[in-house]
Structure formats: structure tokens, C-alpha cells
């Protein structure tokens, strides 16, 4: 696991495995403000979810008042197995997957820790979930977080704004290290419409944390989100002989776009 501030208010942490991204916002005005913070998507490896609490201590961040999952996938919701008795918020659209797919998280999970060899201390409880109007606003402290729809990756999800600190929480959108990944060709068209609402916020942020990999700069955030577009739009049309984004072009991206291309 890796952290890192972002700004005095906004700590980013990596996990080791699949590089997914989990960010804590505290309330704006740093250690003088009220004692709020949130804690959006999750690390993946036990270890790491136990080493969240005291690495906020130790960051001088509040335990968290809420945590929130930029959408419903299993590795984006591990964040009760960190703070248990912090309530989950997600997007409405979220929140109706999460219903109308009651075990599905855990099941994914087990399957994911079976295959691994990984055992954790206990099993993953989401409780009751928040379901949040998107678009809109997130109160923190005297500031508020910014909510924005982001579907396309899945049929449900968020992006989140953290305006005082300039960073944009993307979920699985504008991978450095990732292609897009979706599922059927209702997807692709919902994907295609989600980038360009994106392409202001991202403009407008001075740093972006995607689902998984590193942050990113505003310019090379404006890159990748050009070259997923044109990766799309060549899928759409040429399924599986589409080029794949320069830098992303691996044996694993490969297959990834297999079962793009087998989707639609």
C-alpha cells in the first residue's frame, strides 16, 4: 500500500493489488475544522484495511463521518471492513444494484480471496446503504463534495469533486494503466456520454484519481480521456480488429478488450 497527500485535506492511498485508488477527504480548513472526513472506494488487501485508521491518526484525519463507493463493484466497497460502523453512501443508481443484487458483492469477494489464498478476519458486511442524488452535493464540514452521474463502466456511479483541493475521484474512468472496460453495447454508448460530461470537470481539476492506478495530471488526464474515446468509438465499429490505447497494450489489456469486443 501506498499514500500519499494530494493536499492537506485529501490523502490517496493505492493498494498493491489491482492498484486500486481510495481517497479521504477531510472537512476544509485541515485540523482546525470540524472533525469530519469521508473515505471514498477502498483498498483492496486485508493488511492494508486494517492499516487505514491509524494511518488517518497518524495523518492527523478525523475517523471518517461516512464512507463512499463511486459505484457497486466489490473491490470499490471494502471500506466497512476498515471503519464498520461508518455508515455507505453511493449514488441512487448504486444503491438499486446493490439491492436488486442482494450477496452479489460478497459472493465476488469470496471468489476473488478463494482464487488468492487470501483469508480475512471477517466477512463483508455493507449494512444499510445511503442512496445520494446524482448529480449533486455532499455536505463536509463548511464545504461540500460534488457528485456528479458517471455511468457507462457499469449501469451505475459517481464521480466525486473535491473543489477547495482541486481533485476530481473518477472510479473506473481514464486509466492510466487500464482500457475501458464494459458490458454490452449500451454500455459503450452510456461510456461515450459520461466522457465528455467529464471532459470539464477534468479540465477544471488540478488532479485526478481514477479507479485504479496512479493520479494524474489535468493534462494527461485530457489525454487518456481523447484516447478512450477514440478507442471506443473504433470498437463500436470495428469490434475486436479496434487498436488499443497507446501505453495500454499489454497481454492483460488484451484480453480485456476480448470480452469488449464479445459484448456487443
Known amino acids: 500500500m501506498r499514500a500519499v497527500s494530494l493536499h492537506p485535506d485529501v490523502l490517496l492511498v493505492t493498494s498493491a493489488l489491482l492498484a486500486t485508488t481510495c ?149 473506473d474512468y481514464l486509466s492510466p494503466i487500464e482500457i475501458p472496460i464494459l458490458n454490452g453495447r449500451e454500455r459503450l454508448e452510456e461510456y461515450l456520454d459520461t466522457l465528455e460530461r467529464m471532459r470539464p470537470l477534468v479540465a477544471a481539476a488540478e488532479q485526478v484519481v481514477p479507479g485504479h492506478g496512479t493520479v494524474i495530471d489535468t493534462e494527461r488526464a485530457l489525454a487518456l480521456l481523447g484516447e478512450d474515446l477514440v478507442y471506443l468509438r473504433a470498437l463500436s465499429d470495428r469490434g475486436a480488429q479496434a487498436e488499443l490505447p497507446p501505453g495500454r497494450r499489454g497481454v492483460s489489456q488484451r484480453k480485456l478488450h476480448a470480452a469488449n469486443a464479445a459484448s456487443l
Do not use: K, N
Not at 485541515?30 to 485508521?53: C, N, R, Y
Open 23 to 171: 481517497t479521504i477527504v477531510r472537512a476544509h480548513g485541515g485540523p482546525d475544522a470540524a472533525g469530519e472526513s469521508f473515505v471514498i472506494d477502498s483498498p483492496v488487501l486485508p493488511e492494508e484495511l486494517e492499516a487505514l485508521p491509524s494511518l488517518l491518526t497518524q495523518a492527523g484525519f478525523p475517523a471518517p463521518s461516512g464512507l463512499l463507493a463511486t459505484h457497486a463493484d466489490w473491490d470499490h466497497l471494502l471500506g466497512r471492513l476498515a471503519f464498520p460502523d461508518a455508515p455507505l453512501g453511493c449514488a441512487e443508481s448504486s444503491a438499486e444494484r446493490l439491492a436488486g443484487e442482494p450477496g452479489e458483492v460478497q459472493r465476488r469477494l469470496r471468489a476473488f480471496d478463494e482464487e488468492l489464498y487470501i483469508e480475512r478476519s471477517r466477512p463483508l458486511a455493507l449494512g444499510s446503504v445511503q442512496a445520494l442524488p446524482v448529480p449533486g452535493r455532499c455536505e463536509l464540514g463548511d464545504a461540500e463534495l460534488e457528485l456528479h452521474p458517471a455511468v457507462g463502466h457499469t449501469a451505475d456511479g459517481m464521480a466525486v469533486s473535491v473543489p477547495w483541493a482541486g481533485v476530481l475521484v473518477l472510479g
